[in-house]
């Protein structure tokens, strides 16, 4: 069952998406040459304290952190550690989430650590972003939840990559549904498989969490030992990049981008909604 939200709900899934972003934007500026990943899950703590809301990782099947720390060939789930101290010239995405009052905010970005980065490397992350909001401007009323996997997966299949060859697009894992629980229905595939059908409409109080994962090379991924710790099965580097979003009677919300996704849409041709908090 996908879980339909008031405009009063959304508002609040809206409280819970700022203060995301406020994780996002401190854990960015200390994601440096020296830091540990470590480092950056106090810091997500303390803007969680700060704004009196509570993190929704931290314990969340077992996981022991309040944030995802995903470094290089990490596509997903990495744990923050004293031991994973981050270099000039990693890469690293950080996905967290925060609860307001029951409800759920969830977003990932991949940031550079230091500089002197490889170009296919920034391309990989522009193209993983881009495609995401690809997804993002297709939460239309009267599409079909596969518009959303299919305007990724095109956005992603039409851009050269560096060197040649094919990104990769992970297969095992994918967007969701989120509200009163982080990871809710519907699962949202980044590519299109004709065997799971068009899924549901798209309805005005319809939420999603969508965040493609794109590796330089495979698709394929395992899990470590730790069972958390998601990497490409042939080493390669990945990107993650995630928004939570609502779709209001006036469009796309996006409940954790600090102008709820105002100028990225417009690139699209499409108007946000208005900011219920604004």
């Keep these: 069952m996908v879980q339909i939200k008031n405009p009063e709900q959304i508002a609040k ?6 203060v995301v972003a406020a994780i996002h934007a401190a854990t960015r500026e200390a994601a440096v040459p020296g830091a540990t990943t ?29 944030i995802c720390t995903s470094v290089n060939e990490v596509v997903v789930h990495g744990i923050p550690s004293d031991e994973v101290v981050l270099k000039d010239g990693d890469i690293i995405s950080i996905d967290c989430g925060a609860i307001i009052d029951g409800w759920h905010g969830d977003a990932a970005f991949t940031a550079f650590v230091g500089s002197g980065h490889a170009p296919e490397l920034i391309e990989l992350s522009r193209v993983t972003e881009e495609s995401m909001w690809a997804g ?9 939840l596969v518009d959303v996997s299919r305007a990724i997966e095109t956005y992603i299949r039409r851009q050269p990559k560096p060197g040649g060859g094919k990104y990769g697009i992970i297969e095992d894992y994918g967007g969701h ?11 949202l595939l980044n590519y299109v498989d004709r065997r799971r059908g068009k899924g549901p409409k798209l309805v005005p109080g319809f939420c999603l969490a969508i965040e493609p994962m794109v590796s330089l090379g495979t698709p394929r991924t395992e899990v470590l030992s730790d069972d958390w710790t998601v990497i490409t099965t042939d080493g390669t580097w990945s990107s993650h990049w995630e928004h939570s979003v609502a779709l209001t009677e006036a469009g796309p919300l996006v409940l954790t981008a600090p102008d709820g996704g105002k100028a990225k849409l417009a690139e699209h041709g499409v108007v946000a909604a208005p900011d219920p908090l604004a």
């Design 13 to 18: 899934m809206r409280e819970a998406g700022l």
């Design 38 to 66: 470590r480092d950056l899950d106090q810091v997500a703590r303390k803007v969680l304290a700060e704004h009196d809301a509570k993190p929704n990782f931290l314990g969340y099947g077992g996981f022991p952190a309040t």
């Design 136 to 144: 993002i401007a297709a939460m239309k009323q009267g599409n079909r």
């Design 177 to 187: 549904g989120i509200g009163t629980e982080m990871h809710m229905d519907p699962h």
